[in-house]
């Protein structure tokens, strides 16, 4: 769909839309290009905190799309973002992997292991967590820590069928603490996008956020006041946005993202 005006940030989900699998989607690439030639500003970004940034910027770079780490933004970073704009060095439990702590310790956060030594409880996807782990957090909540979530994905989608995500762990945590987080960073909840705009120093008037996700790339654009594009190139479809409130639709859909430049 032609008529998309040019904006000054591009904020864009990665799979399904600016590929699928390993597979680029056709001409993503002219696109990043084609936008980036105009002096705008673009920002790759990933709920998925099991991921680093070094890898997603490989992968897109290898399917055509320069990027380096710093163009890519996941929720990890979303969430060390954050902390280091509301904590100074503070003390954290973290249930998650080397991407969250490598992010956190990177803001000057210090790792802990016990309870009583935490002054937040960071929750996400960690394949190696453990009962007592999951207790130790448990515990430093109940002590007061600050509830602080990377993403609330329940599930991720892999090609035999899904795995268990952040938001399980969280629902866990919300559950045992009879406590609600106090902060979650990944879509769709607006962290993300404040986080890539500030980055690239965009305003929201400024920005468009694309993705192929009504639950989750839509409602973080519309969360953070941005302009919103859903693309049909990934989960989808122009009946699912005919559903929707016309309050609740996204400004521009778009058969894929060339359509941002044609």
């Known amino acids: 769909m032609a008529g998309v005006p040019p904006f000054a940030g591009y904020i864009f989900d ?4 600016l590929y699928l699998g390993e597979s680029l989607i056709p001409r993503a690439d002219e696109t990043v290009t084609a936008l980036r030639g105009r002096g705008a500003k673009v920002m790759f970004v ?8 070094q890898a997603y910027a490989e992968k897109l770079t ?18 060390a973002d954050y902390v280091a704009a509301n904590h100074d060095q503070p003390r954290v439990l973290v249930l998650g992997e080397e991407p969250v702590t490598s992010e956190l310790e990177a803001v000057g956060c210090k790792v802990v292991h016990k309870a009583g030594e935490a002054e937040i409880v960071v929750v996400s996807w960690d394949r ?22 990377t993403n609330p994905d329940v599930t991720c989608p892999v090609e035999a069928g899904e795995l268990s995500d952040a938001g399980a ?10 406590r609600k ?28 956020f694309t993705g192929d996700r009504l639950q989750t790339d839509l409602m973080c654009g519309k969360n953070a006041g941005c302009a ?35």
């Open 46 to 53: 990933s709920n998925k905190p099991i991921a680093t940034r």
């Open 181 to 208: 987080p106090d902060h979650i960073a990944g879509k769709p909840y607006p962290a993300l996008a404040h986080s890539a705009m500030a980055r690239m120093g965009v305003e929201p008037r400024e920005t468009v």
């Open 14 to 17: 990665l799979d399904g839309t």
């Open 128 to 149: 190696t967590v453990t009962y007592d782990r999951f207790e130790e957090a448990f515990q430093a909540l109940r002590r007061g820590a600050k509830f602080y979530v």
């Open 228 to 262: 919103t594009a859903i693309v049909l190139t990934g989960v989808t479809q122009e009946s699912d946005i005919a559903a929707l409130p016309e309050k609740m639709r996204p400004d521009y859909v778009l058969q894929s993202v060339l359509d941002l430049i044609v």
């Open 169 to 178: 762990a969280m629902a866990y945590m919300e559950a045992c603490s009879r």
């Open 62 to 79: 290898r399917l055509g799309i320069s990027a380096g780490i710093d163009d890519v933004l996941t929720s990890p970073l979303a969430l």
